[in-house]
């Protein structure tokens, strides 16, 4: 074995660096071991030094500056956030000649090619496996043993505050409001929930997962984005009557026309998803992502998607990785952007739709409805249609579901906004995309 040990900083002492660290100081002969060389923790990055934090005083510093500087640290494990000063501490690092390893999601969605270029220059090492999906191998699978492969489509739950929102409306009827409120006083859910509930933290998500399973940049605001707040309990009844469960969903899909051009498609939205899609199970705060290649066929890989402990597993992995490479003289995964293909519009992506409204109970409604799906050339695959009462009990109208077969986004789309000037319709409630049914 190597006696030279390798150096590591850490930034960050919230749940998941406190957990690394613990890791490191705990483990630390099998991480010899695995290694070939000693890991031994140089110092801690923090913006307030102060005492019981649960480690030795000594390591902890506010100059993050001077501590990813120093010559006897060979990997900083970011973990800060959000995108600044994180940017700018693993710019240092790499610049630096020292491998970094980061959970930092928004930051990888948006600066990929910044920062690779820059670890490409040094000849160092960028990982970020921890940055989608927690504990859950997603990352290395994708750049290592599928490389030799061709990845079609990845699909997931990579948010476990909303899956957990979504998983107690079915289970119990809640409403949104109720569902939320209870994953806060869980803590679940952060006092602004906004990045969760609104898409945005799975749409950097995906952005990674796209760029790297397509060979692409991808940055997120190439993602089409949807949020769950208009998602209702009665939504869960309707689809729990057509089988199916709703989930948030980020999809990335490598889109080939019937004359060979490619696009890539990366969107994240809440779906009707089938009850017998392997997906539509996944519920509390889990995550599960399928991923489709054209010669391994389905994957799926499920497990924890966030917390302490297992991020840590995650960042661990990567350190692991990246002391290997140090002591052996190698270097992990570049990144891969030779596709360089264009991003599809969500306009063209094609799915299938499920359409709630409320209508005037009166002949001919259903007729006049369904011309308009016709006249956008939207085909209905099943229609449910019920009586609606007022308070008192009187009826007051009705509510209507249609199920579509698969159109394109921009059809749908027309064919609301043309139901909503109908003289009969009275509110079109929601419109919710129907993912793993082709029919």
């Known amino acids: ?27 630390a002969a099998d991480l010899e071991a ?40 060979d990997i900083v494990v970011e973990l800060m956030g959000p995108v600044e000063p994180a940017r700018k501490a693993i710019m240092a690092a790499l610049e630096g000649g020292k491998s ?4 930092n999601k928004a930051l990888m969605a948006q600066s990929t090619g910044e920062l690779a270029q820059a670890a490409e220059k040094a000849r160092v090492d960028l990982y970020f496996e921890a940055a989608v999906a927690g504990a859950i191998p997603v990352i290395r699978p994708l750049t290592q043993s599928l490389a030799g492969d061709s990845v079609v489509r990845v699909a997931g739950i990579v948010n476990g505050t909303t899956n957990y929102i979504l998983s107690a ?39 990674i997962l796209a760029s790297i399973a397509f060979h692409t940049r991808v940055t997120a605001d190439d993602v089409y984005r949807e949020g769950i707040t208009k998602v209702s309990a ?53 995550n599960a992502v399928v991923v489709e290649a054209e010669a391994a066929g389905r994957l799926m890989f499920y497990g924890q998607g966030a917390g302490g402990a297992p991020t840590a ?24 952007k030779y596709a360089k293909l264009p991003i599809a519009s969500i306009g063209a992506i094609p799915t299938r739709y499920y359409v709630n409204m409320n209508v005037k109970d009166q002949p001919g409604v259903l007729s006049a409805v369904a011309a308009e799906f016709s006249r956008h050339e939207v085909s209905i695959a099943e229609v449910r249609q019920e009586g609606m009462t007022d308070p008192e009990g009187e009826p007051c109208g009705a509510r209507i579901v249609v199920v579509t077969h698969r159109a394109t986004d921009a059809a749908l789309s027309d064919t609301v906004k043309a ?12 419109v919710l995309r129907m993912e793993g049914s082709d029919s």
């Open 1 to 27: 074995m190597s006696e030279k040990p390798i150096g590591v900083a850490v930034l960050g002492l919230g749940n998941v660096g406190t957990e690394v660290v613990r890791i490191i100081e705990e483990s």
């Open 34 to 73: 695995r290694i070939g060389a000693p890991l031994q923790l140089r110092g801690i990055g923090v913006r307030r030094v102060a005492k019981d934090r649960g480690v030795a005083e000594e390591l902890l510093t506010d100059d993050i500056e001077k501590l990813v500087s120093r010559d006897d640290v």
């Open 100 to 103: 970094v390893v980061t959970a």
């Open 169 to 207: 409306m079915n289970d119990t009827g809640a409403s949104y409001e109720s569902a939320l409120a209870d994953a806060s006083a869980l803590g679940y859910a952060e006092a602004d929930p906004t990045a969760d509930v609104e898409g945005y933290d799975a749409a950097a998500k995906a952005a």
């Open 234 to 286: 009665e939504d869960f009844a309707s689809a729990k009557a057509l089988g199916c469960n709703i989930k948030l969903l980020a999809i990335c899909e490598r889109l080939v026309s019937g004359k060979g051009k490619q696009r890539v498609s990366a969107r994240v939205y809440p779906a009707l998803v089938p009850l017998d899609h392997p997906l539509a199970s996944v519920n509390g705060a889990f």
């Open 313 to 336: 597993s995650a960042v661990m992995g990567d350190v692991v990785m990246a002391a290997r490479n140090r002591v052996q003289g190698g270097r992990g995964p570049r990144e891969s």
């Open 419 to 430: 139901l909503a000037e109908l003289d009969v319709v009275q509110d079109i409630n929601s």
